[in-house]
């Protein structure tokens, strides 16, 4: 049974930066592209940020050259640095593979605010 645990969320001022984790367990994990992914308030869930089995990373425009996507296969964990947070990046952030397929973590909540 796959399970995804993320964290490293919080609050945080506008301008600052987080760097979230996620661990995956009880599947393969080097061999599938993953994705970091956000659900606002009332707002359906999107894919911000993409790195294949291979590391190639792409972004959604509205986090480009702010966040950044990387793996570490050997410990099955994907994180996401995101920097000059702003507060429209507020949401519950989850990771899962890509396409979402495995059954969603808890997530961990990021609140930019003043």
């Known amino acids: 049974q796959v399970q995804l645990v993320e964290s490293g969320g919080g609050l945080v001022q506008p301008g600052g930066s987080l760097r979230l984790s996620c661990v995956v367990s009880g599947t393969l994990f080097d061999i599938y592209a993953m994705g970091w992914y956000r659900q606002a308030p009332g707002k359906q869930r999107e894919l911000v940020a993409r790195?294949?089995?291979?590391?190639?990373?792409t972004y959604a425009d509205s986090v480009k050259g702010r966040f950044i996507i990387s793996r570490v296969n050997a410990n099955k964990t994907v994180f996401l640095q995101m920097n000059n947070l702003e507060p429209e990046d507020t949401a519950v952030y989850y990771c899962?593979?890509?396409?979402?397929?495995?059954?969603w973590g808890q997530g961990t909540q990021v609140t930019v605010s003043s």
């Open positions: 899962n593979k890509d396409g979402g397929n495995w059954s």
């Open positions: 790195i294949t089995s291979g590391g190639r990373t």
